[in-house]
T-cell receptor, first 114, second 113 residues
Framework: KAGVTQTPRYLIKTRGQQVTLSCSPI?????VSWYQQTPGQGLQFLFE???????NKGNFPGRFSGRQFSNSRSEMNVSTLELGDSALYLC?????????????FGSGTQLSVL | GESVGLHLPTLSVQEGDNSIINCAYS??????FIWYKQESGKGPQFIID?????DKRQGQRVTVLLNKTVKHLSLQIAATQPGDSAVYFC????????????FGSGTQLTVLP
């Protein structure tokens, strides 16, 4: 069974641009969460989607958005990139958004903003 | 805000010794805790979890201890192996909330030959 797949693996953008990251969950998993990982702030929750609906959102500005498609694949978008958006963006999937459901993480997309 | 923190950023142990990684949490409403392992270039990998109605849970070579009185949990790794070298994170989930993991800052475990 394939794991969580994130594309691209690496991305370099400049300030002011926008970026779209993609996540394909494990087959059968319907819940997708996104996390930002930086050396200074650690792992921080961005948002979670289930059945194409955002269920929960972390404390990030509106420049960060996401969506989920009917096949459970998810994308996140960051507009008007800032230097501080440089981070590893991790996607995680689970069967459902149940609190005790185990999260399976992808290897992430490393975003560098120059 | 609430935070889950780790006491030590780095830990070095000899191969074959036991490792103990500590974590403090601040939200008394947290009722579910998870330990993750993250190897270089990979995403976090689930190790073991524990609910607040338990104080100990054992897995394969790993044990998690939870002390709700002092809001502390620990991860014990028995007979540490080179493959255990990684960053270890604890995370908690607030009771009654939609799932939103709050991660600690992580401890880098290095296993010495």
């Amino acid at each position: 069974k394939a794991g969580v797949t994130q594309t691209p693996r690496y991305l370099i953008k400049t300030r002011g641009q926008q970026v779209t990251l993609s996540c394909s969950p494990i087959s059968g998993h319907r819940s997708v969460s996104w996390y930002q990982q930086t050396p200074g702030q650690g792992l921080q929750f961005l948002f979670e989607y289930f059945s194409e609906t955002q269920r929960n959102k972390g404390n990030f500005p509106g420049r960060f958005s996401g969506r989920q498609f009917s096949n459970s694949r998810s994308e996140m978008n960051v507009s008007t990139l800032e230097l501080g958006d440089s981070a590893l963006y991790l996607c995680a999937s689970s069967l459902t958004p149940g609190r005790d459901e185990k999260l399976f993480f992808g290897s992430g997309t490393q975003l560098s903003v120059l | 805000g609430e935070s889950v923190g780790l006491h030590l950023p780095t830990l070095s142990v000899q191969e074959g010794d036991n490792s103990i990684i500590n974590c403090a949490y601040s939200n008394s409403a947290s009722d579910y805790f998870i330990w993750y392992k993250q190897e270089s270039g990979k995403g976090p990998q689930f190790i073991i979890d524990i609910r607040s109605n338990m104080d100990k849970r054992q897995g394969q070579r790993v044990t998690v201890l939870l002390n709700k009185t002092v809001k502390h949990l620990s991860l014990q790794i028995a007979a540490t192996q080179p493959g255990d070298s990684a960053v270890y994170f604890c995370a908690d989930v607030f009771s009654g909330s939609a799932r939103q993991l709050t991660f600690g800052s992580g401890t880098q475990l290095t296993v010495l030959p």
